[in-house]
Structure formats: C-alpha cells, structure tokens
C-alpha cells in the first residue's frame, strides 16, 4: 500500500501545493493496473492498493477539476516479470527487457 497508494499521494500533494495549485493549471498521471479495475486470484494485497490507487486518482480528479488540474491514470497492460510471471506465449504480453529496450 505505501509503494502504490501512499506514494503517489504524497508525492501530488507536494506537486500540487509547490506549483500546481498557484498556477492553476496540471496533470497528474498515476500508473495502474488492470488489477485496479478487475479482481484476480493469488494477489490481493496488489489488487487491493490498485484498487485504491484508482479511488484516489478519481477522488483527486473530481476535488481538482475546477481548479485547472487534470488527474488520470493509465493501466499500461501486462509484462512478464519475476513477481508476477505470465504463461508463455499468451496474448498481449510483453516482456521486461522489451520495457527496457524501448
């Protein structure tokens, strides 16, 4: 919960009172999961701060919206990774070096 819920908290609020908020005007862009919007099995505490971290993206959207400041997240798909391997060749899934490499 601090990584994906509490971190992005703090870090906007400080980007927000230095200089969002005096200029009237930002974007705030959390990183999600398809885990924040579907259940999946065997990783609760993921899917409970993705969860989270869409709530509060969307609470912080609606509190800044006449304030000149745009909040969204982007869920940018599945990657085969150490904590969370994918079966092999599934569909749609991209590999860590894959990130990396650009």
Do not use: C, H, W
């Not at 400041?69 to 079966?87: C, E, L, Q, W």
């Amino acid at each position: 919960l601090e990584l994906n819920v509490l971190s992005p908290i703090i870090v906007s609020q400080a980007v927000l009172r230095q200089s969002m908020l005096p200029e009237n005007r930002g974007l705030i862009i959390n990183i999600s999961s398809k885990a924040g919007k579907v259940g999946l099995p065997s990783v609760l505490p993921y899917v409970a701060s993705k969860f989270a971290l869409e709530g509060s993206t969307a609470t912080m959207a609606a509190e800044l919206k006449d304030k000149g400041i745009r909040v969204n997240s982007i869920s940018p798909g599945m990657v085969d990774t150490k904590t969370f391997p994918k079966a092999p060749g599934r569909p749609g899934v991209r590999t860590a070096e894959s990130i990396r490499s650009g």
